[in-house]
Nanobody, 115 residues
Framework: QGQLRESGGALVQPGESLRLSCVTS????????MNWYRQAPGKQRELIASIAINEATTYRDPAKDRFAISRDNAAKKLYLQMNNLTPDDTGVYYCNARQGPYDYWGQGTQVTVRS
């Protein structure tokens, strides 16, 4: 059973940066595409960034040009570098591993952006 644990969330001011981390265990990390999701207050969870097994990356509109997803297969870790944060980036950020019938989630880490 895969286990994921996010960290790095914090209360920051607009314009600041954060780096989220996701530590994983219990599955073959290098064989899984990985994702970051965000759930803003009162909204559905949404996909914001993905990284494939070959490290190709894709971003949805909230993350384009400001966020960078990366992975360290040796350490079995996933990262999300977030720059120039705005209040709209506030929410709980979740790490996800999905491959075939396997779908693993972390418990989330809170990011709050306000003056």
């Amino acid at each position: 059973q895969g286990q994921l644990r996010e960290s790095g969330g914090a209360l920051v001011q607009p314009g600041e940066s954060l780096r989220l981390s996701c530590v994983t265990s219990g599955f073959n990390f290098g064989a899984f595409p990985m994702n970051w999701y965000r759930q803003a207050p009162g909204k559905q969870r949404e996909l914001i960034a993905s990284i494939a097994i070959n490290e190709a990356t894709t971003y949805r509109d909230p993350a384009k040009d400001r966020f960078a997803i990366s992975r360290d297969n040796a350490a079995k870790k996933l990262y999300l570098q977030m720059n120039n944060l705005t209040p709209d980036d506030t929410g709980v950020y979740y790490c996800n591993a999905r491959q075939g019938p396997y779908d693993y989630w972390g418990q989330g880490t809170q990011v709050t952006v306000r003056s």
